[in-house]
């Protein structure tokens, strides 16, 4: 048995919403993740079951290693298909806002969700919720959405209707937001879920593989690049950078998905409390933060780089030159290190 931590009133309130749906898009941020991906499929699968009409919309092309996900080809990629994402919006009698807490967070989908008149449902476990809609689902301690859509579902008494599909989506989910149960994962009744999963038909060995064990061979030689050429270490200040120009990128003919999990690289060096990696994008610096103990690398996404996320798992975006956002970077270490390493703990 796990804990009943998602308020009653707001159980309730979504049954009722979820039973008389009959259309539901299920939406989460741009540039998904496995945690967004998982859960959005997740709801299409259980809800399908269900008997209900649920596709999923996301603003966005998602990560390549994400692709064999059950039910992953029947994604619709607002950037391909706008006029037909658009039109589910239009339709729908409810919409599932999963792993995102503000509209800005969809992209281009920001005014296609603001005027949709369909009731919303909120889904999420970022700080600071901060969207219209009729149930708010919120619990930042969790470590993933997918985890919270898994209470979720219990709750609405829909455990029955979890099948093998929707069980891999959601572990997928759990593992991608834990770096495979590496971090944000201290909860006991986490791995009472995974194992509920598993007995569902979750098959965590091909999931793994998939997830965080097959590269190309492109991949391997631009990280291997990145880190030989490209990372730097403050060892007195406890933190790494890694910086990589567009050009850079080029030259491995970077596909999407293919720095993923780069930036936790030099948390394994002992004395290492947090690090970044700045990728130069065609518009901005995109900035990724990863730390250990309680380093809060969300600060520093929200304070500097108009971004937020998790004690330990953070991102933002910059907009200016690549050498100007690690310059603002470097320029930090010091404060840094008077503000938060005294009081870490690893």
Do not use: W
């Amino acid at each position: 048995m796990i804990s009943r931590k998602i308020d009653e009133k707001a159980i309730c309130k979504a049954k009722r919403l979820v039973d008389d749906a009959e259309h539901i898009v299920a939406v989460c941020h741009m540039a998904p993740d496995g945690d967004a991906i998982g859960s959005s499929l997740a709801a299409a699968h259980v809800l399908g079951a269900l008997g209900k009409d649920c596709r999923v919309v996301v603003p966005d092309a998602y990560l390549s290693n994400l692709a064999k996900l059950p039910g992953a080809k029947e994604i619709v990629d607002a950037t391909r298909y706008p006029d037909f994402a658009a039109r589910l919006f239009r339709e729908a009698d409810l919409v599932l806002c999963l792993d995102f807490n503000e509209p800005r967070r969809v992209g281009r989908l920001e005014k296609v969700l603001r005027e949709c008149p369909a009731p919303k449902i909120l889904i999420d476990h970022h700080l600071h919720p901060d969207i219209d809609a009729e149930v708010v689902i919120s619990h930042p301690e969790m470590p993933a959405t997918s985890y919270l859509m898994f209470r979720f579902f219990c709750r609405l008494e829909l455990f029955n209707f979890i099948n093998a599909q929707a069980a891999e989506c959601m572990l997928a989910g759990m593992m991608t937001d834990t770096g495979n149960f590496s971090y944000n994962c201290s909860d006991p009744e986490l791995y009472i879920v995974v194992a509920e999963l598993l007995k569902k038909g979750a098959d965590k060995e091909r999931l793994y593989r998939a997830l965080f064990n097959t590269y190309s061979e492109n991949c391997l030689r631009l990280n291997a690049y990145a880190i030989l050429n490209r990372m730097e270490v403050y060892p007195e200040d406890g933190a790494a950078l890694i910086v990589l120009s567009r050009d850079e990128l080029n030259r491995y003919h970077y596909a999407k998905g293919d720095t993923e999990g780069l930036v936790n690289r030099p948390l394994s060096i002992p004395g290492i409390h947090y690090s970044a990696f700045l990728r130069e994008e065609a518009d901005m610096v995109k900035v990724s933060m990863r730390s250990v103990g309680d380093f809060p690398v969300n600060i520093l996404c929200k304070e500097y780089f108009g971004g937020g996320g998790h004690l330990n798992a953070s991102g933002g975006e910059f907009y200016g030159t690549l050498d100007e956002a690690a310059t603002l970077f470097r320029s930090l270490l010091k404060e840094n290190k008077k503000k938060y390493l005294a009081n870490v703990k690893d």
